[in-house]
C-alpha cells in the first residue's frame, strides 16, 4: 500500500489576528509545521497549536521563517547562510520549549526561506547543518528534487521530498511564484487528481504543459483559505478511497 504524509502550515495566527482553521484542519492531517514567532505565531499561538496537535496524534514540526511578519516570510531577503542557519536553531529551539515531553518530527522553511533555499545549494546546506546540530534525526522537509534535498543528502539527516496539491511547477520543478496567474489552484477537484495522479505516476504537469519527475512523500495542503477545511476533508477522503494511507513518516 502507497503511504503519504499530509502535512499542513499552522500557528500562523498573531495576538489577535487569526490566520486558519488550524482546530478544525487538524483531524484530517499526519504532520503539522508550527510558526516559530518569525514570520507568525507567538508565544500563546504556539503553544495552543501544539497543544491541539498533540491531542489529535499529529507530528510536530518546526516552520522557521525570515524574520518578516509584516510580510509574512514571503518576501525574499538577502541572508547570509550562517545567518539563515543561526535563525533556524533558534526557531526549533523555541518551538522545543513548548513540547518538552514530544520529541519533534520535522522542520520545514516556510515561505521565501523555503523558495531560497531550494535553489540556493549553499543556503539549503546550511539550514540543514543548523537541523543536524539541534537533532540529527530530526527530519527536513523540502520541495522535491530541489537544493534542499540534496542538501539533507550531503548533511546526512533525514529528509520528506514534499509535493504541493494546490500549487503550479515550473517546468525545472520549482512553484510557480504567486505573483503570476495560475500560481494557486483554486478547483479543489483539478487539485485532487493531480495529487493522486503524482502518487500513481511519480509524475506532474507544469504550468506550461511539461511533465516532470516528482517524488511524493509528503502533501502540503493549506489551511487558511476559505475553503481550506473542505480541501483537506476531499483530498484526505480522495487518498482513502485510491487505498493510499495517510501516514507520517517515521523517523528513529
Do not use: W
Not at 168 to 179: H, I, K, N, P
Amino acid at each position: 500500500m502507497t503511504q503519504v504524509d499530509l502535512n499542513c502550515d499552522l500557528g500562523e495566527s498573531f495576538g489577535r489576528y487569526t490566520l486558519g482553521l488550524d482546530d478544525q484542519v487538524i483531524p484530517y492531517i499526519t504532520s503539522a509545521n508550527i510558526a516559530c514567532g518569525f514570520h507568525a505565531g507567538d508565544p500563546e499561538v504556539m503553544q495552543h497549536t501544539v497543544d491541539l496537535a498533540v491531542a489529535s496524534h499529529v507530528q510536530l514540526g518546526a516552520h522557521p521563517g525570515l524574520p518578516d511578519l509584516q510580510g509574512f516570510g514571503r518576501r525574499p531577503m538577502k541572508i547570509a547562510p550562517d545567518a539563515a542557519k543561526a535563525d533556524v536553531k533558534y526557531q526549533i529551539g523555541a518551538l522545543q520549549a513548548f513540547a518538552p515531553t514530544h520529541r519533534l518530527h520535522h522542520v520545514k522553511p516556510h515561505g521565501a526561506l523555503y523558495n531560497m533555499a531550494a535553489k540556493d545549494y549553499d543556503l539549503a546546506y546550511k539550514i540543514c547543518e543548523g537541523i543536524k546540530e539541534v537533532d540529527p534525526q530530526l527530519m527536513l522537509v523540502g520541495l522535491a528534487n530541489s537544493e534542499l534535498i540534496r542538501a539533507a543528502k550531503a548533511v546526512g539527516i533525514p529528509y520528506e521530498q514534499e509535493v504541493f496539491a494546490d500549487r503550479a511547477y515550473e517546468a525545472d520543478g520549482s512553484l510557480v511564484s504567486r505573483s503570476k496567474p495560475g500560481a494557486v489552484i483554486e478547483d479543489s477537484q483539478v487539485a485532487v487528481d493531480r495529487t493522486i495522479k503524482m502518487l500513481q505516476t511519480h509524475q506532474v504537469t507544469t504550468i506550461d504543459g511539461q511533465v516532470i519527475s516528482i517524488q511524493p512523500d509528503t502533501i502540503c495542503v493549506h489551511g487558511d483559505g476559505v475553503k481550506a477545511l473542505a480541501f483537506v476533508k476531499q483530498i484526505h477522503q480522495a487518498l482513502t478511497a485510491q487505498g493510499i494511507d495517510v501516514a507520517a513518516t517515521q523517523v528513529k
